[in-house]
Nanobody, 119 residues
Framework: QVQLVESGGGLVQAGGSLRLSCAAS????????MGWYRQAPGKEREFVAA???????TYADSGKGRFTISRDNAKNTVYLQMNNLKPEDTAIYYC?????????????WGQGTQVTVSS
């Protein structure tokens, strides 16, 4: 099992910034990808950003130019720097960990951290 502990959520005014962190512990993998998803009230969970073991990253259109994902493999931690936040960014943000063993993918989720952006 992999345990994921998220932090950094909170209440911020529109235009402000937050930095989310997610630290992984437990089972070790030779390579793993990490990312962030979010779920707003009444909506389905959606992809925000992901970063591969190699360092390559992808973003949802909603966060391009405002969000930056990074990782520290020595700390098994992924970060999401969110700038110029908008009220529509309000959601619970979930960390996602995908461990790779050959062609098999092992998915784990964090408990979520609330981000609230006031207008």
């Amino acid at each position: 099992q992999v345990q994921l502990v998220e932090s950094g959520g909170g209440l911020v005014q529109a235009g402000g910034s937050l930095r989310l962190s997610c630290a992984a512990s437990g089972r070790t993998f030779s390579s793993y990808d990490m990312g962030w998803y979010r779920q707003a009230p009444g909506k389905e969970r959606e992809f925000v950003a992901a970063i591969r073991w190699s360092g390559g990253s992808t973003y949802a259109d909603s966060g391009k130019g405002r969000f930056t994902i990074s990782r520290d493999n020595a700390k098994n931690t992924v970060y999401l720097q969110m700038n110029n936040l908008k009220p529509e960014d309000t959601a619970i943000y979930y960390c996602n960990f995908v461990g790779n063993v050959g062609s098999t993918r092992y998915h784990y989720w964090g408990q979520g951290t609330q981000v609230t952006v006031s207008s």
